[in-house]
């Protein structure tokens, strides 16, 4: 990998990891929340609904964490199957109805209750069978506790697919920067797999990283093991730079894509990063 696409990917770093890069992605939801266990409840719960329009998904996630209140992880406890359906009943998003995130939470709760976290939770299933057995356990535990049973909120690794949504929890659990609070730092950032999404596809392809069509599991995979050609400790470094030119409005992602092409063809301009990071801070 040259060491002008590096700097690049390290420019971008610099300039964009900053929590005022952050809105409107979820992620901004688990900056109100310092304790452990509310942090993860909530990060479950944001990730899980992280598909649609972003402005659909902010408004939800806003409206069913107003309803759980400040320490979710204590309410969540302490309040019973029937009040938690009830009190969450018209609270959906898309195709996730208020019960069914419900019985998600209520589930989680359990979980968290009999391993002290989450995180401990996957760490123990994922001990012996790696990040992606460890993330097959932790949803089929879920899917038993919540008796949701199979259920779109809850993709299986299994099933070939890219998981996004899992990935996403997993990156915003275990890594620790300005950006992502981490928390289940245990796990090792070094196990990461990329959150396949649209953006991060696009990029994934501009690098050279992959050739398939399919954004799939292997896809993700493929891209994961590119970026960790450059930063094996931590492969997915660069996830939320890159996609910010996918979600803000003022960043350009076809620009983008093309600085990206340029150098990995190795024509890049030692100029070029500076420009990219036009107008913030490095």
């Not at 900056?31 to 479950?44: K, Q, R, S, T």
């Not at 329009?53 to 969540?76: D, Y």
């Not at 299933?125 to 038993?144: N, P």
């Not at 690098?207 to 450059?230: C, H, K, N, W």
């Amino acid at each position: 990998m040259s060491a002008e696409l590096t700097a690049v990917l390290e420019n971008l770093y610099r300039c964009f990891d900053f929590r005022e890069w952050v809105p409107p992605d979820p992620l901004q939801f688990l900056y109100g929340y310092p304790d452990p266990a509310d942090m993860e409840i909530v990060a479950l719960l944001c990730s899980c609904l992280a598909y649609g329009r972003v402005a659909q998904i902010v408004g939800n996630l806003r409206k069913i964490l107003g309803l759980l209140g400040a320490h979710p992880s204590r309410l969540l406890r302490e309040t019973s199957r029937d009040r938690l359906l009830s009190m969450l009943g018209r609270a959906g998003h898309r195709f996730a109805r208020g019960t069914d995130i419900a019985l998600l939470l209520w589930g989680a709760s359990h979980l968290q209750r009999d391993h002290e976290s989450l995180g401990n939770a996957l760490s123990c299933y994922g001990s012996s069978e790696g990040l992606l057995g460890g993330l097959e356990r932790l949803v089929e535990e879920l899917l038993a506790r919540s008796g949701l049973g199979r259920n779109h909120l809850l993709p299986r690794p299994s099933g070939g697919s890219a998981c996004k949504r899992l990935m996403l929890l997993t990156r915003w659990m275990v890594r620790h920067d300005r950006v992502d609070p981490g928390g289940w730092g245990h796990l090792g950032r070094e196990n990461l797999i990329v959150p396949l999404d649209t953006h991060m596809y696009h990029a994934g392809r501009a690098l050279g990283f992959t050739d398939r069509r399919s954004r799939d599991l292997r896809t993700a995979q493929e891209v994961t093991e590119g970026f960790a050609r450059i930063r094996p400790d931590d492969p997915v470094r660069y996830d939320f730079a890159l996609t910010r030119f996918g979600i803000r409005k003022e960043l350009d992602r076809d620009e983008l894509i093309g600085m990206l092409r340029e150098y990995c063809s190795g024509d890049g301009a030692g100029s070029r990063p500076a420009e990219t990071g036009r107008g913030h801070r490095a």
